[in-house]
């Protein structure tokens, strides 16, 4: 389990701005689990100038982590990735904001 950023200060990196590689294909993808890893490694799946899961529907992970990878619900870069996600799984049940359902249209 990898639980440390490669990049020592998230807070100062902005993903969505460097391109280095090519965006990484997961046509089989449909569950994933990103519950214990660094905010770097969840923003990762989600940027869709990196990643490109079109089949992905299920999501398990720390509300309060995404929260932030996806700017309260707001970043454009991650919002493509997260259309077609039909079920979020949360480590507990709380009363989450209207941005959410916006932001997850299928769920």
């Known amino acids: 389990m990898n639980v440390m950023s490669p990049l020592w200060n998230f807070g100062r990196y902005k ?26 490694y969840i923003e990762q799946f989600l940027l869709d100038t990196k990643t490109h899961a079109p089949y992905l529907t299920e ?28 079920r979020l799984i949360f480590e507990k049940i709380i009363a989450y904001p209207q941005e959410l359902s916006l932001y997850f249209p299928s769920v």
């Open 59 to 86: 999501i398990e992970v720390f509300y309060d982590q995404l929260r932030t990878v996806t700017e309260n619900f707001t970043r454009d870069a991650t919002r493509h990735n997260c259309a077609n996600i039909k």
């Open 15 to 40: 993903a969505d701005n460097i391109q280095l590689y090519s965006i990484i294909e997961y046509p089989n993808l449909t569950k994933l689990n990103i519950k214990f890893v660094d905010n770097y």
